[in-house]
């Protein structure tokens, strides 16, 4: 970040406006992969712009790249929140997965009042791409804070390891190790992605056979070994174990359609990939995400907490 000196008697005029706000976007973006909750980006960019207006008029005009300090400083508050979230989530009842993302284009609700219409696209604050899919999102949560920024800045948003060292606070040496480290984790847990519209028949077949609550077909379609972990918070209720096995995982399915009958299954696209969300009586109770490998699917997250299903309870998310 630059350091506010000039010349004697010359006055520095602040950047403009719509440069520094332009940048909304792209710190979401960041936070949201570093955070794993929209909100706690949306928290974190606030706290980055408040840092930016503390600064007076001169110190701000002494900037030269408003874009680099506003990153420096948000990567800084989400390496902070994210040691503090650590020790909030172990108190956290039951599994913690992160906040799942509608896809834009089934987010786009035009609100009319009066002769007023607005479009509201939250969703477009957040770029989906290979980074914010589920499964990727979870092995994050399985890293140090200091792994994860460093992985997120270099190999996601391409920051130099010496950028990214002034904000992680470490050399670029050691910031080159954590992102390595980070690298082996992601590659270990991947699987060979299926093509979209394979993904996407593959959860139609698995949507359609929770509707006729067809054990049967639900365990051909998930992998022997499936897992699948579920996220109440504590809200609403939900298993607090992760449900192993196709059969065991199947069953519980059916239990659950037969305790809903009004429950209404819906395609949608979750955090980039085919997903299903789960309604009841028009209220929005689910949104499952699905990891495949081999034509089965082999790992189920089912958000439930209502606190992380904002983006889809919106008016028109149905």
């Known amino acids: 970040m630059s350091t506010p000196t000039t010349e004697p008697g010359h006055v520095l005029s602040e950047p403009d406006l719509s440069v ?20 706690e980006a949306e928290d974190a ?57 509608p896809d834009r284009s089934e987010w786009a609700v035009a609100h009319t009042d009066g ?35 460093a992985f997120i800045l270099h190999d996601v948003f391409r920051y130099p390891f010496a950028e990214v060292a ?20 992601i590659g270990s847990s991947r699987s060979p992605a299926a093509p979209m519209a394979g993904q996407a028949a593959l959860v139609r077949d698995f949507k359609e056979a ?34 192993e096995g196709s059969r065991l995982i199947a069953q519980y399915l059916v239990h659950i359609a037969d305790k809903a009958p009004g429950l209404t299954l819906l395609e949608r696209t979750v955090n980039g990939r085919p997903g299903l969300v789960a309604q009841n009586a028009g209220v929005t109770a689910t949104v499952a995400a699905f990891d495949l490998a081999d034509g089965r699917i082999t790992r189920i997250w089912a958000v439930r907490n209502p606190e992380k299903l904002r983006p889809w309870t919106e008016d028109g998310a149905s």
């Open 115 to 149: 002769d007023r219409s607005e479009t509201v696209d939250p969703a477009d604050r957040v770029t989906l791409d290979e980074s914010v899919n589920m499964a990727f999102l979870v092995v994050l949560e399985s890293m140090t804070p200091a792994e994860r920024v």
């Open 210 to 243: 929770w509707e006729a609550k067809d054990i049967k077909a639900l365990v051909d379609l998930l992998d022997p070994g499936a897992t699948m972990t579920a996220d109440g918070g504590g809200l609403v209720g939900a298993v607090l174990r992760p449900v």
């Open 20 to 39: 520094v706000v332009g940048e909304r976007r792209r710190l979401i973006n960041l936070g949201y992969r570093l955070l794993g909750s929209l909100s």
């Open 166 to 185: 002034e904000i992680v606070g470490r050399s670029p040496a050691a910031c080159r190790q954590l992102a390595s480290s980070a690298r082996r984790r």
């Open 45 to 101: 960019v606030q706290e980055t712009y408040a840092r930016w207006y503390a600064m007076s008029p001169r110190q701000r005009g002494a900037v030269d790249s408003p874009g680099a300090w506003l990153t420096t400083v948000a990567g800084r508050v989400c390496l902070d929140m994210l040691g503090s979230a650590r020790v909030r989530r172990e108190r956290y009842v039951g599994p913690w997965i992160p906040e799942p993302l």
